[in-house]
T-cell receptor, first 113, second 112 residues
Framework: KAGVTQTPRYLIKTRGQQVTLSCSPI?????VSWYQQTPGQGLQFLFE???????NKGNFPGRFSGRQFSNSRSEMNVSTLELGDSALYLC????????????FGEGSRLTVL | AQSVSQHNHHVILSEAASLELGCNYS??????LFWYVQYPGQHLQLLLK??????LVKGIKGFEAEFIKSKFSFNLRKPSVQWSDTAEYFC??????????FGQGTELSVKP
């Protein structure tokens, strides 16, 4: 069974640009969550999508957005990038009803210059 | 606001030593508690979870954790660590689908 796949794995952007990250969940998992991981703030929840609807949202500015498609694949977008957005962005999928039992991908490492 | 606190940032042990990593949480409602582990070069994975029932839960690779409600704690233990246990360990709390509040993590280094 394939795991959670995130693309791209690494990317470099400059301030003001926007970026889109992609996540393919484990087959059959309908919930996809996104997290930001930084050395200073640790792992912080961004948002969760279930059946194409945002189910939970963290405390991030509106520059951070996401969506989910009918095949459960998800994308997150960050607009008007700031230096502080440099981080590892992790996607995780969950079986329906399996609260908190997350299967993580390897992440997309974003560097903003 | 919910929060999770892990007492130790970096723990260094020799093989065969016993391990206990502290975790305290701040949350007023029903709690589901988790420990996740990230081995070097690998993705985060679930180590064990507590939802209800027996407060002593067992996970993979010989790890266990004890939920003490009166202390708002969920400490991770292992009687005898191995070099392969070198990793970063994260405590987390959550009861809303995929939304978890993570602690800052504890880096464990096991010396052979």
């Amino acid at each position: 069974k394939a795991g959670v796949t995130q693309t791209p794995r690494y990317l470099i952007k400059t301030r003001g640009q926007q970026v889109t990250l992609s996540c393919s969940p484990i087959s059959g998992h309908r919930s996809v969550s996104w997290y930001q991981q930084t050395p200073g703030q640790g792992l912080q929840f961004l948002f969760e999508y279930f059946s194409e609807t945002q189910r939970n949202k963290g405390n991030f500015p509106g520059r951070f957005s996401g969506r989910q498609f009918s095949n459960s694949r998800s994308e997150m977008n960050v607009s008007t990038l700031e230096l502080g957005d440099s981080a590892l962005y992790l996607c995780a999928s969950t079986r329906t009803g399996a609260t908190g039992e997350l299967f993580f991908g390897e992440g997309s490492r974003l560097t903003v210059l | 606001a919910q929060s999770v606190s892990q007492h130790n940032h970096h723990v260094i042990l020799s093989e065969a030593a016993s391990l206990e990593l502290g975790c305290n949480y701040s949350y007023g409602g029903t709690v589901n508690l988790f420990w996740y582990v990230q081995y070097p070069g690998q993705h985060l994975q679930l180590l064990l979870k507590y939802f209800s029932g027996d407060p002593l839960v067992k996970g993979i690779k010989g790890f266990e954790a004890e939920f003490i409600k009166s202390k708002f704690s969920f400490n991770l233990r292992k009687p005898s660590v191995q070099w392969s246990d070198t990793a970063e360990y994260f405590c987390a709390v959550g009861n809303q689908g995929g939304k978890l509040i993570f602690g800052q993590g504890t880096e464990l280094s096991v010396k052979p």
